[in-house]
Antibody, heavy 120, light 110 residues
Framework: QVQLQESGPRLVKPSETLSLTCSVS????????WSWIRQPPGKGLEYIGY???????DYNPSLQSRVTLSVDTSRNQFSLNLSSMTAADTAVYYC??????????????WGQGTLVTVSS | QSALTQPASVSGSPGQSITISCTGT?????????VSWYQQHPGKAPRLMIY???KRPSGVSNRFSGSKSGNTASLTISGLQAEDEADYYC??????????FGGGTKLTVL
């Protein structure tokens, strides 16, 4: 069973760029879609985007100008860069696999999440 | 892309059934049968409970069922149990090719 683990800084200063990595074990990043989702404290889930192992991406329109996703098949991991961070970006960031189930793709495996706080 | 609309909270007693609604538009929920539901216990990652409106992944209890009418999808939990107490989120594929979540519903088992 595939397992995902987020890693990266827990504290980011305003205006800086957040860089998170999701390491995949028990399976390969190749042949799959991989996503990032975030959840501000006490609030709901927000889709950030996905990346296919070949590099194709989709981004939430509300974040598109600040988000870059990348994948490293040699390291079996994928990454999120979110620029111009503000306090509103404080959230638990989850990585997840988008897997084909039935007729479409759904988030079937999730990392445990990592809390990122934006503060000076 | 606006979040899908869910009630903030629902409650029920053990053994009862509850239904959580998820209202979107013709551009998301109403466009395709690609709605999924996620269960999230406090401090935990979400878990997929329903996909493609009505289908259950392996390992999910048949007490969980989904349906859709027009722009509104619904999750029904029958035979409520204490461990069902959690937050529930719907998610839909959209005509723009992206995905949108609902605001979440807190289920309390009385």
């Amino acid at each position: 069973q595939v397992q995902l683990q987020e890693s990266g800084p827990r504290l980011v200063k305003p205006s800086e760029t957040l860089s998170l990595t999701c390491s995949v074990s028990g399976g390969s990043v190749s042949g799959h879609y991989w996503s990032w989702i975030r959840q501000p404290p006490g609030k709901g889930l927000e889709y950030i985007g996905y990346i296919y192992y070949s590099g194709n991406t989709d981004y939430n329109p509300s974040l598109q100008s600040r988000v870059t996703l990348s994948v490293d098949t040699s390291r079996n991991q994928f990454s999120l860069n979110l620029s111009s961070m503000t306090a509103a970006d404080t959230a638990v960031y989850y990585c997840a696999r988008l897997e084909i189930l039935g007729s479409n793709y759904h988030f079937d495996s999730w990392g445990q999440g990592t809390l990122v706080t934006v503060s000076s | 892309q606006s979040a899908l609309t869910q009630p903030a909270s629902v409650s029920g007693s053990p053994g009862q059934s509850i239904t959580i609604s998820c209202t979107g538009t013709r551009s998301d929920v109403g466009a395709y049968n690609y709605v999924s539901w996620y269960q999230q216990h406090p401090g935990k990652a979400p878990r997929l409970m329903i996909y493609d409106v009505t289908k259950r992944p392996s390992g999910v209890s048949n007490r969980f069922s989904g349906s859709k009418s027009g722009n509104t999808a619904s999750l029904t939990i029958s035979g409520l149990q204490a461990e069902d107490e959690a937050d529930y989120y719907c998610c839909s594929f959209t005509t723009s090719g992206t995905r949108v979540f609902g605001g979440g519903t807190k289920l309390t088992v009385l």
